[in-house]
């Protein structure tokens, strides 16, 4: 959420108009981040958040709002994005609508393709306890069997096929204990991809990236029982295994950030409120140690990626890739068992 692309007051106050949210009173860049532009804009119709998209190109991008559009009209608490009202909505089943056809939620700024959603309220809980984790896993699973019937199909384009590319780029600036870890780990997770038991695992769209500063909470609500208001960017959304989402969320909600340990609390309260809803199978239940490691690795390679080779950017901060080396060592060392409650629902 880096400013990359500078706005102009008057650009974005033409957007919102046409979109018939405004006029603009403020637009304000937001910190934090490393792959959009993103900035708050007020209007005279409520509180918005403008994105413009600094890698993806428009033929990905109706993948992503058009599935937080899905969840949202399914009562799911995301971030709705704003349509254009003089792009009329294509025709046809989505799976046959062409990748260049016009997009009523794509619009442009700066040049560049952008959106506008609604910002969520309430704030990010940082420091999570085991009942922030409970909700958040209530809402995956939500999620996941609400996205079930989705229409459009995009591989997630920060998977494996991107791992394999990635890691070349980075290597040469790895020491040698790092560089055999980052070899001997996408050596095991291609064997995993090739396996039958992970063809088994059920899939479909995920979010790819829901970190705890990616999810909202109560303000009001008291500590014991937290209120889960939203969860917003999924522009890593794709279509991956349901097992893949559950492992990124626990490699940032049930981990200690200093060490990279796990928390068993905290991983417990997630997988047994995910477990409510959706129940995990067998194969999801035999491969979720692996899928621990594979969700790692894809940060390890990205923050590796975006810390040696940075782009040029107003408020970016690069994450450390150091603390996701320390989440995959963990992960390649330790057992991990799953609580009662996620017991499969079959073998």
Same mark, same amino acid.
């Given at each position: 959420?880096?400013?990359?692309?500078?706005?102009? %007051?008057?650009?974005?106050?033409?957007?919102?108009?046409?979109?018939?949210?405004?006029?603009?009173?403020?637009? *304000?860049?937001?910190? +934090? /981040?490393?792959?959009?532009?993103?900035?708050?804009?007020?209007?005279?119709?409520?509180?918005?958040?403008?994105?413009?998209?600094? *890698?993806?190109?428009?033929?990905?991008?109706?993948?992503?709002?058009?599935?937080?559009?899905?969840?949202?009209? *399914?009562?799911?608490?995301?971030?709705?994005? &704003?349509?254009?009202?003089?792009?009329?909505?294509?025709? /046809?089943?989505?799976?046959?609508?062409?990748?260049?056809?016009?997009?009523?939620?794509?619009?442009?700024?700066?040049?560049?393709?952008?959106?506008?959603?609604?910002?969520? @309220?309430?704030?990010?809980?940082?420091?999570?306890?085991?009942?922030?984790?409970?909700?958040?896993?209530?809402?995956?699973?939500?999620?996941?069997?609400?996205?079930?019937?989705?229409?459009?199909?995009?591989?997630?384009?920060? /998977?494996?096929?991107?791992?394999?590319?990635?890691?070349? &780029?980075?290597?040469?600036?790895?020491?040698?204990?790092?560089? +055999?870890?980052?070899?001997?780990?996408?050596?095991? @997770?291609?064997?995993?991809?090739?396996?039958?038991?992970?063809?088994?695992?059920?899939?479909?769209?995920?979010?790819?990236?829901?970190?705890?500063?990616?999810?909202?909470?109560?303000?009001?609500?008291?500590? #014991? =029982?937290?209120?889960?208001?939203?969860? %917003?960017?999924?522009?890593?959304? /794709?279509?991956?295994?349901?097992?893949? #989402?559950?492992?990124?969320?626990?490699? #940032?909600?049930?981990?200690?950030? @200093?060490?990279?340990?796990?928390?068993?609390?905290? !991983?417990?309260?997630?997988?047994? !409120?995910? =477990?409510?809803?959706?129940?995990?199978?067998?194969?999801?239940?035999?491969?979720?140690?692996?899928?621990?490691?594979? !969700?790692?690795?894809?940060?390890?390679?990205?923050?590796?990626?975006?810390?040696?080779?940075?782009?040029?950017?107003?408020?970016?901060?690069?994450?450390?890739?150091?603390?996701?080396?320390?989440?995959?060592?963990? *992960? =390649?060392?330790?057992? %991990?068992?799953?609580?009662?409650? !996620? @017991?499969?629902?079959?073998?």
């Amino acid at each position: 959420m880096a400013v990359f692309t500078e706005v102009g %007051f008057d650009e974005a106050d033409a957007l919102v108009q046409r979109l018939g949210l405004g006029p603009l009173r403020e637009l *304000r860049g937001i910190e +934090g /981040g490393i792959e959009n532009t993103n900035y708050f804009a007020t209007t005279a119709s409520g509180e918005f958040v403008l994105t413009l998209f600094e *890698r993806l190109g428009a033929e990905q991008l109706p993948y992503y709002l058009c599935l937080m559009k899905h969840l949202a009209a *399914r009562g799911l608490p995301v971030p709705e994005p &704003v349509a254009d009202p003089a792009v009329a909505p294509p025709d /046809g089943h989505a799976l046959s609508i062409p990748a260049n056809a016009p997009c009523e939620l794509l619009h442009t700024v700066a040049g560049k393709p952008a959106a506008i959603v609604q910002r969520l @309220q309430g704030k990010s809980e940082l420091a999570p306890t085991a009942p922030h984790c409970a909700e958040l896993g209530r809402l995956l699973a939500r999620m996941h069997i609400a996205a079930r019937d989705f229409p459009r199909i995009q591989p997630n384009l920060r /998977g494996l096929h991107w791992w394999n590319d990635t890691a070349p &780029v980075v290597l040469p600036y790895l020491e040698a204990p790092q560089a +055999g870890l980052l070899r001997s780990e996408l050596a095991y @997770q291609n064997h995993i991809a090739e396996s039958s038991a992970y063809a088994a695992l059920p899939r479909g769209p995920v979010h790819a990236d829901l970190f705890r500063d990616n999810a909202m909470y109560d303000t009001h609500a008291s500590a #014991d =029982a937290p209120r889960l208001t939203g969860v %917003f960017d999924f522009y890593f959304a /794709g279509t991956d295994t349901w097992l893949f #989402d559950i492992a990124v969320c626990l490699n #940032d909600w049930a981990i200690d950030l @200093q060490s990279g340990r796990h928390d068993a609390a905290r !991983a417990d309260a997630l997988l047994a !409120a995910y =477990a409510s809803v959706r129940p995990l199978t067998g194969a999801e239940r035999a491969l979720l140690p692996a899928m621990l490691r594979a !969700a790692a690795l894809r940060f390890w390679i990205s923050r590796l990626w975006d810390f040696h080779l940075p782009r040029e950017a107003s408020m970016l901060k690069p994450h450390d890739p150091r603390h996701f080396e320390r989440v995959l060592r963990e *992960r =390649a060392h330790a057992g %991990f068992e799953l609580p009662t409650g !996620a @017991q499969p629902l079959a073998a």
